[in-house]
C-alpha cells in the first residue's frame, strides 16, 4: 500500500518570505514559559536579521534565580557565536528587564534592546535605578520601549489572575 506523501508545507515559502518579527517569537516564548508554570517572559536575540536564540524564563524548572528569559537568551546566543560579547546583537524581550537583565544586557554589548510592556514594579531601565542612565553603566543600548506594550501586559495579568 503506498504511503501517503507528506504533502510539502503549503504556506512555507509564505512563512519564509515574512519578514522577521523577532517579538512575535519572544510572546511565543512568554506564552510557553506561562504554560510551564513560569513567569511570562520571553527573549529573543538577533543579529542580522537572524535569530540567534530565543528562551522564556525558567527559573522554577532550573531552580535558578537567574534563569530569567534574557538570560538564558544571552547565554546561548553567545554559545552560538563563541564570545562573551554580543557586539552588533539586538535583544527583544516582552517585559522591562529588571536589574540584573539589564546589567547582563549592557555587559554583552547588546546594541538595541526592545521591550514589551515597561515593569514599574521591576524594571531597571525605564522604571527603578534606570540602570543605562547611570554613570557607572559602560554600555548602554539604544532602547525602545512599549512595543506591543498591552500584550505583553495582557499576558502577565492574566498568568496572575489565573495563580489567585
Ligand atoms: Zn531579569
Redesign the pocket.
Known amino acids: 500500500m503506498p504511503q501517503p506523501r507528506p504533502s510539502p508545507a503549503p504556506d512555507a515559502k509564505q512563512i519564509d518570505a515574512k519578514p522577521l518579527d523577532p517579538m512575535a517569537l519572544a510572546f511565543d516564548e512568554a506564552r510557553a514559559a506561562a504554560d510551564r508554570g513560569e513567569v511570562p517572559?520571553g527573549a529573543v536575540v538577533t543579529r542580522d536579521g537572524t535569530v540567534l536564540a530565543s528562551a522564556g524564563n525558567r527559573t522554577l524548572e532550573f531552580k535558578d534565580p537567574?534563569a530569567?528569559?534574557?538570560?538564558l537568551a544571552l547565554r546561548l546566543a553567545c554559545e552560538a557565536i563563541g564570545s562573551e560579547r554580543l557586539t552588533g546583537c539586538d535583544l527583544h524581550v516582552t517585559l522591562e528587564?529588571?536589574?540584573?537583565?539589564?546589567a547582563?544586557i549592557s555587559f554583552a554589548r547588546i546594541r538595541r534592546l526592545y521591550f514589551g510592556a515597561s515593569d514599574p514594579k521591576?524594571g531597571a531601565v525605564e522604571n527603578g535605578v534606570r540602570l543605562y542612565a547611570s554613570p557607572t553603566c559602560h554600555h548602554a543600548p539604544e532602547v525602545y520601549g512599549g512595543l506591543r506594550e498591552s500584550e505583553a501586559a495582557a499576558l502577565l495579568r492574566s498568568f496572575f489572575q489565573g495563580r489567585r
Open positions: 517572559v537567574t530569567h528569559a534574557e538570560m528587564p529588571c536589574p540584573m537583565c539589564a547582563a521591576g
